[in-house]
C-alpha cells in the first residue's frame, strides 16, 4: 500500500462517538493505520486521541462510564452562554493529552469548528490540541464556545458533519469516512396531516385527566431533567436542542457526502443509543469494530489494487499502462 495516503473521516454523534474507537481499533489490526484524520464534534475527540497515542486512555475512560460519573462531569454554569462550561472535561483531555501540539503529532491531524457571528468552517490544524477539540464538540447552547486565535469557535457539525473534504485537501487518496447517524434519522419526508389524524380533542391540553407525576426537587433534580428529560417521558430542554442539532446535522450531512462522497463508508448501527448514553461505550465500541469488520475485506482489496496501479517507476515516477482488452489498469515505467 505504499504511496497511497488513507484519511479516516469521523463525523460527529455525540455518545455514538465512542463507536468511533472500535472503528479504529479494526482498521489498526487490518494494518490500516491512517496517515491523515480529520475529526468534527466527538469524531475530534477520539482522532486527536489516536493521533496523539492515547486512544487506549479514552477507552478506558469511557469504559469506566456511569450515569453517575457522567452528571459528575458536567460543570452546569447558568448565568453564561453555555449550559455546561466543559472544564471538567478539560481537565480530563489535558491530563492525558497535556500541551500537545496539533502540528507536533505522528500522524496529521485536523479538528473542524464552526466560526461564531460568520459562519465560516475552520480547520484547526495547529496550536494546542485540547484546544482544537474543544472549539470542535463545543455544542451550541450546552458548553461554551471556545476563543482561538481572536475568533469565537463552536461545533464544527454546524458546518462539516462528517469531513471527507479536509482529508482530501490534506492529501489523502482514499478516504473512509464513519457515519453515526445514517440509522437515527429519516430523509426528511415531508408528511401531510388532517384533523382526522389528531381526533377531534386534537387542539385540547394534553394534560386534562392525566395523573401528576411526581417530581423530585431540587436544585440537582432540575438539572438531571434538563440534561435527562422528566420521568413522564418528556425530553429535556438540552435533548430538545441536541435533537434539533442533529436534524440539521443530518441534513448538511446527507448534502455534503453527495458531492464529495469517501471511498468506503463504515456506518454503524446505533439507533438505539441516546445521545447522552455515554455510559454505553462498551456496546457503542463493539458496533463500531463490527461495521468496520464487515467492510474490511473490501477496503484492503480496493486499496491494494489502487496501490499496484501506482508502481514507482526507475526514476522514481509513476506511470499507468493503456487500458488493455481485459479491463485490467497495469503500472509501466516512464
Known sequence: ??????????????????????????????????DIIAGTSIGAVV???????????????????????????????????????GQRLCDRLERHLGDRRIEDLDTR????????????????????????????????GIFKPVHINGRWMFDGALVNPIPVSVCRALGA????????????????????????????????????????????TGVKALLQRQIFGRSDGAPGISTVMVDAFNIVQDRIARSRLAGDPPDAMISPSLGDIGLFDFHRAKDSIARGAEAADRQLFDIVREIE??????????????????????????????
Not at 113 to 140: C, D, F, K, M, N
Not at 206 to 211: F, T
Request: hydrophobic fraction near 45%; glycine fraction near 16%; include cysteine.
Open 173 to 216: 487518496r482514499y478516504v473512509i469516512a464513519v457515519n453515526l447517524n445514517f440509522d437515527i434519522l429519516g430523509r426528511g419526508a415531508v408528511l401531510p396531516t388532517s384533523d382526522a389524524d389528531y381526533g377531534d380533542d386534537y387542539d385540547a391540553d394534553v394534560s386534562v385527566g392525566q395523573p401528576a407525576i411526581a417530581e423530585k
Open 305 to 334: 489494487t489502487r496501490a499496484k496501479r501506482r508502481a514507482p517507476a526507475a526514476n522514481g515516477g509513476y506511470g499507468i499502462a493503456p487500458m488493455p482488452l481485459n479491463g485490467a489498469l497495469q503500472p509501466v515505467a516512464k
Open 109 to 140: 491531524f485536523t479538528a473542524v469548528a464552526t466560526e461564531i457571528g460568520t459562519g465560516h468552517e475552520h480547520w484547526l490544524s495547529r496550536g494546542p490540541l485540547v484546544q482544537a477539540v474543544r472549539a470542535s464538540y463545543a455544542l451550541p
Open 1 to 34: 500500500m505504499a504511496g497511497m495516503k488513507i484519511g479516516l473521516a469521523l463525523g460527529g454523534g455525540a455518545a455514538r462517538g465512542w463507536a468511533h474507537i472500535g472503528v479504529i481499533k479494526a482498521l489498526t489490526a487490518a494494518g490500516l493505520k491512517p
Open 47 to 85: 482522532g486527536g486521541c489516536q493521533a496523539a497515542g492515547h486512544l487506549g486512555d479514552l477507552e478506558a475512560f469511557a469504559r469506566e462510564l456511569t450515569p453517575r460519573r457522567i452528571f459528575g462531569y458536567l460543570d452546569f454554569n447558568l448565568a453564561g452562554n453555555g449550559l455546561i462550561g
